[in-house]
Every structure is written in structure tokens, then in C-alpha cells.
């Protein structure tokens, strides 16, 4: 197996077809989106991630049913976010139903946090984004708390006080799901995440290489500085687009009419700027090799790779042949190129098992004797209990 994993994400974004005229009805996409998992997995990707948004046009607000589903139908896939609002998300909310798709899908999850694209979100949630920063840090805060610790008391600045409160499921084998941070250009995220010793994913998609290669850099130095590991051991992960034709001139010819239309791009720079510019990759399934291997010229060793392929109104059977593609002619080269020149000792992308061995070995399946909350054993911890019925 692969040290590093590859995969797909998806925002989920409605957006008309250039080429026919034709936007997809949100049945049409969602269950685009199911065949896509399911695809991902029989194709051997590491990874699917879906997006958490709240207004159009993007039609992806609840990522933990979706995970379910795809998790349910699939053998080995691995079931992420891109990403899940920490900022406008409960945490009582996030550590409960994160743990429980961890238990359905035995630890095939993991989640990245972020604050979002979208500025309206916040007020719709009752937040202010002038709080975006101290948000993420305090929920999170919050959020490894109510997974770490059994019985939390708690008081913060943007929600209600806990006492006594045991978020349930606990996290499955004592091992809470892997968290990413998500973040284009803020520091103090690439900070937040080092100080756990979370990974740190940068989408990689709008910025120049040098942007991504200032925010990994500083990442590792402060994961470095707070003892969870050397530099070049940090949990990196990358986001980044590709098209692929069996040659170039058709890849380029053929996605034009996405890219020149596409509200994600705004009207901006040429398809040819862009390329050159950011880690937009239109070509042959060569091209993106090679382009994909580049990446560590920058970033270093890193594990984990997603690709957004399923956005700008290309149609569903256009993002299959895309899954295909890559997963058939491109992913093989890229797991056997990186584990060639990867350095000693830096450590394999995270899963379930390896943080579970990384703890000391899973909990024991037992029922204990003792509630290791009340300190009673269930049959008489209550002597009234018997009289209600």
C-alpha cells in the first residue's frame, strides 16, 4: 500500500453545462455524487471528501448522511469532508455525528475543518464573522475536549456552558476521527493545526505555488516546535484540479467552454494564465503526472492528494471518464514515483488503525462493571428506578 492517499473531493455546486445549456436538478446531482463514491472505491481511491455548504448553488449541507450512504455501499473508501464548518457547526453537534459515522463505517472517516467560502453563513447561524478566527479556535477547542475527555465542564464565549456533559457514541476504540485544518491563507490555522498536531490540508487551487509553499513551511516549523515531530514528518495534504485527453490540445480544447463560464472562476484570467499560474492541470494523464509529482518540489513529503474534477458544469458522465482516467492511468504512477523518493522516517498518511496503534491498541470491548460516569453498576445505581414500572 501507498505511504500517501488519493482521492477526489466535491463541492457539490449546481452549475449549468456551457456546452448544452442544461443545470442539473439537485436529485440529478446528489445522486451524481453517490455514484461517484461508489466508483471512487472499485477505481482503489483512498479518499472521497465532500464539501459542507449552505446556500446556493451548492446543494451538499448534510456531508455526514452522505458519508453514510457512500460508506455503507463501498469496502475501503475513506470518507472525508471539504470541509465541515467549524465555525458555524455546533461542536456538540460535530464530535456526536462524526463519532457516529465513525462507529457505521468502523473508522473509515476522517474530516477537515474550515470556515467557509461563503460570508452570509454566518448570521444564518447566528455567528458574526468578524469572530471567524476566535470561532475556529475556541469550537475546536471545544470539540477535542468533548472527544478526549468522558464527562466535560466547559464555559467559552460563543455557546452555552456544559456541565457534566458525555458526548455519545465515544469515539470508536478510544480513537477519535483524524482531523485536517483546512485553510487558503490563514496563519492561525496553520497554526491551530500544529499545536495539535492535526494535518494541515491547503486546496491548492486559486493561489500560486509560492502561497501554498509559505503556508506549509510555516505549518511544519510550528508542528516541529510544538514536539509532535521533525519538520519534514508534519501530515501535509493538497488539494488541485485536473482535465485529462489522451493528448493535450483536445483536454485544453474541451474544457475552454467550462473554464470560460464557470462561476468558480469569475471571468478572470485565460485558461492558459491560469494554468500556468495555478496547479490547474488541462492535458494528457502525462502531463498531470508529472505535474502532480512537482508538487513536492514545494510542499516536501506530503500524504495526502485530492482532486476536484466534478465542478464547472462538466456532466456526470464526463467526471466518470475524468475518475477513470485517473484512477486507471494516473494514481498508479503517482503511489509508485512518491514512495520512490520519499524520505526516511516520515510517517505513512494517517487511517483508523495506525492512530489506534499509535495510542497503544484499541480499548477493550467490554461492558464495564462499573459506570465510569456515575460510579454505580447499572443494576443498582438507581434504587427508584425499579418502581417506575
Known sequence: ??????????????????????????????????????????????????????????????TTEIMSYIGARTKNLILSTATTLITTTDPVRIAETYASVQHMLDGRVDLTMGRGNTGPVYPWFGKDIRDGIPLALENYALLRKLWDEDVVNWQGNFRTPLQRFTSTPRPLDGVAPFVWHGSIRSPEIAEQAAYYGDGFFHNHIFWPKEHTQRMVDLYRRRYEHYGHGTYDQAIVGLGGQVFMRKNSQDAVRDFRPYFDHAPVYGGGPSLEDFMEFTPLTVGSPEQVIERTLGFRDYVGDYHRQLFLIDHAGLPAHEVYNQMEILGTEVLPVLREEFDKVRKPGVPDAPTHATLVAKAGGAVEKRTPAVDRWTGTRAEEGNSGASELY
Not at 445549456?21 to 479518499?47: C, N, S, W
Request: no cysteine.
Open 1 to 62: 500500500m501507498s505511504s500517501m492517499q488519493f482521492g477526489i473531493f466535491t463541492i457539490g455546486d449546481l452549475t449549468t453545462d456551457p456546452k448544452t445549456g442544461k443545470t442539473p436538478t439537485e436529485y440529478e446531482r446528489m445522486k451524481h455524487i453517490l455514484k461517484m463514491g461508489e466508483l471512487a472505491d472499485q477505481l482503489g481511491f483512498d479518499v472521497m471528501a465532500i464539501g459542507q455548504h449552505h446556500n446556493p448553488p451548492f446543494m451538499v449541507s448534510g
